[in-house]
C-alpha cells in the first residue's frame, strides 16, 4: 500500500486481557520495527524484523510481550495479559532497507499507531 | 547506553520570532533524524543528517549536525501557527546491531498569533 496500516486504530483492554496489534507494512519494504509510545514521552524501541527474521527484541519490555511476521509483511505485536502500565500508542514503521549492512540509511515511514487503553 | 536529550521540552513562541532547539546525545552516532508529531497523529520526517556538518532547511526549519559535539539543532525562522506540533530528535548509534533509534522527550511547540 502506499503507507504504513495499523489497526486497531484504538483499543480498549480490561486489565488481564490479551490484545493483537497489527501492522501491514510498504510493500516490500524489509525491515519493520514496533515502538511504544507512553504519553507526552517520545517512542521506544521495542522489537526489529528484517523479512520474517527477528533480529532484536531486546526492547519488549516482558515475557508479556510478542510480536511476529511470519510471511516478512504483516506483522502483529501481541500483549498477553495486559497491564494498565501496557497504555501506549504502538507505532509500527517500515523501512526499504536492511540495516547494519553499511547501505546507507533509508528514511523509516511510521504508522498511525494503536492507542492501546488498559482499564 | 545511548540517551538523547532535548531542550526546551515546552516552547511557546509568538508568530514571526526565530528559536532554536537543541538535541544532545551521548555516543557516535552514524545518523539523526527529526520528526515532527501532530496530536494524535503519527511521525512526520522532516530530517536526515549524516555526516558531521550537515545542514539542511525545508521552508521555515533548518537542521544542523556537530557530530564532535555530539549536538543538532533545529532552527526556526519566522515562526507560523501551522507550525504547532511536537518535534523529536532521534539517533541512531554507530555499531548497533539491528536498527533501534533512540528518541528524545520530544518538544512541544506552540505557535502564538
Known amino acids: 500500500g502506499a503507507g504504513v496500516s495499523q489497526s486497531p486504530r484504538y483499543k480498549v483492554a480490561k486489565r488481564g486481557q490479551d490484545v493483537a496489534l497489527r501492522c501491514d507494512p510498504i510493500?516490500?519494504?524489509?525491515?519493520l520495527f514496533w515502538y511504544q509510545q507512553a504519553l507526552g514521552q517520545g517512542p521506544e524501541f521495542l522489537t526489529y524484523?528484517?523479512?520474517?527474521?527477528?533480529l532484536d527484541k531486546s526492547g519488549l519490555p516482558s515475557d508479556r510481550f510478542f510480536a511476529e511476521r511470519p510471511e516478512g509483511s504483516v506483522s502483529t505485536l501481541k500483549i498477553q495479559r495486559t497491564q494498565q502500565e501496557d497504555s501506549a500508542v504502538y507505532l509500527c514503521?517500515?523501512?526499504?532497507?536492511?540495516w547494519g549492512t553499511g547501505s546507507l540509511s533509508g528514511g523509516y515511514t511510521f504508522g498511525s499507531g494503536t492507542r492501546l487503553t488498559v482499564v | 547506553e545511548l540517551k538523547v536529550e532535548q531542550n526546551p521540552l515546552f516552547l511557546s513562541m509568538q508568530e514571526g520570532k526565530n528559536y532554536t532547539i537543541y538535541c544532545n546525545y551521548s555516543?557516535?552516532?552514524?545518523?539523526l533524524y527529526w520528526y515532527r508529531q501532530d496530536p494524535g497523529k503519527s511521525l512526520e520526517s522532516l530530517f536526515v543528517?549524516?555526516?558531521?556538518?550537515a545542514v539542511k532547511q525545508e521552508g521555515r526549519l533548518m537542521a544542523s549536525l556537530d557530530t564532535k559535539a555530539r549536538l543538532s539543532t533545529l532552527h526556526i525562522t519566522a515562526a507560523v501557527h501551522d507550525l504547532s506540533a511536537t518535534y523529536f530528535c532521534?539517533?541512531?548509534?554507530?555499531?548497533?546491531?539491528?536498527?533501534?533509534?533512540?528518541f528524545g522527550e520530544g518538544t512541544q511547540l506552540t505557535v502564538n498569533p
Open positions: 514503521a517500515s523501512s526499504l532497507r536492511r
Open positions: 555516543t557516535t552516532s552514524d545518523r
Open positions: 543528517l549524516l555526516s558531521n556538518g
Open positions: 532521534a539517533v541512531h548509534a554507530r555499531g548497533t546491531s539491528g536498527s533501534r533509534l533512540t
Open positions: 510493500s516490500g519494504h524489509v525491515s
Open positions: 524484523f528484517q523479512n520474517e527474521a527477528q
